[in-house]
């Protein structure tokens, strides 16, 4: 895990994180306390990693400076800009990311997926037996359940497939690739993999684990930061990313937001990965809390409901049915009128009066903050003792347009 802040206002971006970062993905990951996570890729502008800290080996800092080295002190015209060119440096650098390495830490993530399948369809044959009356079944019931979850996001919306991958085909990813899918298919799953309907369905998976934005492998976070040639204030793009295929890394844009311009905000202020204690500060109590406040609502709205009818006299029937009209109806406008009234106080008591105040801070005065909401969830963890990949020392830099990159703090 990994706890940063970032922080925005007319005059400058900051960005925050501690030293905390995990390489490589699975059972044999690695987490170190000496990472480089804030990374200078021009004059006015920087990436911060979180979540994986490598491709293929390959550190962020180390891909950073050979991205830096190769475009020298360029200006980019956007933010957007930026990013787009370093993806570009990335895909297809055969220097950096030998073919060879890209199929194996693709050949571990395709096994490590379909035991994942196996073990669910496991689980499925011993929790549901009346569903499943065969293993082949739950297997194929299992598969189908991560197809769906791949095809689809928590909301039903369909997933629309990355355009990254616009040149990888089913027909290319499975010339491609086929020989090794079947290997593993038939090392898992022996004959019965090998099935045609079995078969496509798993290739089908595999394709759709590549090509969907859904990151069920282990991903990167990228946070690109600064000011463009053509930016009047500061702007960030946050990405996600993962595994190299066919070239190309996988990548999703998540979101962009742009400072004082149009309808933007004055101030902003984003957390990635941990950040529970900085959501506590900013809101005014711990999101975990919260969560359990209005799940106690709930609880007590409908126990005081049952109660007052009861007392009112009414049969075991009338009760259970007039409760049962409430809790679609009444029960539940009073359950969502508490938290938008909880919300409500957090943002005007809390959220408002801290934005102010960094919509008027100078760079440094952003860069003490952005340092000490990081420290916090450091601290969490100290105190805690928990292993969270969580903590070492606090880097901070700041991104103006008359300063440029500077640094606030630095490990030393």
Not at 209 to 228: D, H, Q, S
């Amino acid at each position: 895990m990994t706890s940063e802040v970032m922080i925005m206002n007319r005059q400058a971006v900051v960005l925050a994180a501690d030293s905390a970062v995990t390489y490589g993905g699975g059972p044999g990951s690695v987490v170190t306390l000496e990472a480089e996570k804030i990374l200078q890729l021009g004059p006015n502008m920087a990436l911060m990693v979180y979540s994986r800290g490598d491709v293929l080996g390959r550190s962020w800092s180390h891909i950073a400076h050979a991205f830096k080295r190769d475009h020298g002190e360029l200006d980019f015209d956007s933010v957007q800009a930026c990013a787009d060119a370093f993806f570009a440096f990335i895909d297809n650098n055969r220097q950096l990311f030998p073919e060879k390495e890209e199929r194996e830490e693709l050949e571990d993530l395709m096994r490590a997926a379909m035991l994942t399948v196996l073990n669910h369809a496991r689980n499925l044959r011993t929790h549901a037996p009346n569903q499943y009356d065969t293993d082949a079944a739950a297997f194929e019931g299992a598969l189908d359940l991560y197809r769906a979850h791949l095809l689809q996001d928590e909301n039903g919306a369909e997933r629309a497939s990355l355009d990254v991958f616009s040149d990888l085909d089913r027909d290319r990813f499975y010339d491609r690739y086929a020989g090794m899918l079947d290997a593993l298919i038939g090392e898992a799953l022996g004959e019965f993999g090998l099935q045609d309907a079995i078969r496509n369905k798993l290739f089908d998976f595999a394709y759709m684990i590549i090509t969907k934005p859904a990151f069920l492998e282990p991903y990167a976070g990228l946070v690109f930061a600064g000011f463009g040639e053509s930016d009047v204030f500061p702007v960030y793009c946050h990405y996600y990313t993962s595994i190299m295929v066919d070239g190309v890394i996988k990548r999703a844009h998540d979101e962009t937001t742009q400072v004082g311009v149009e309808n933007g905000p004055n101030a902003y202020l984003r957390t990635f990965a941990q950040a529970e204690m900085t959501h506590a500060f900013l809101r005014g109590v711990h999101p975990y809390m919260f969560d359990v406040m209005a799940s106690m609502n709930m609880v007590t709205n409908e126990a005081a409901s049952e109660i007052a009818l009861r007392k009112a006299g009414l049969d075991d029937a009338t009760v259970n049915r007039v409760m049962g009209e409430m809790r679609d109806s009444e029960l539940l406008s009073l359950s969502a009128e508490y938290i938008h009234t909880a919300r409500t106080i957090s943002q005007e008591e809390f959220i408002d009066p801290f934005i102010a105040v960094v919509a008027a801070s100078g760079k440094k005065q952003m860069g003490e903050t952005a340092k000490a909401l990081v420290e916090l969830n450091i601290l969490k963890s100290d105190l805690h003792q928990t292993q969270t990949g969580v903590g070492g020392e606090v880097d901070v830099a700041m991104i103006s347009r008359t300063g440029g990159f500077e640094w606030y703090a630095k490990k030393s």
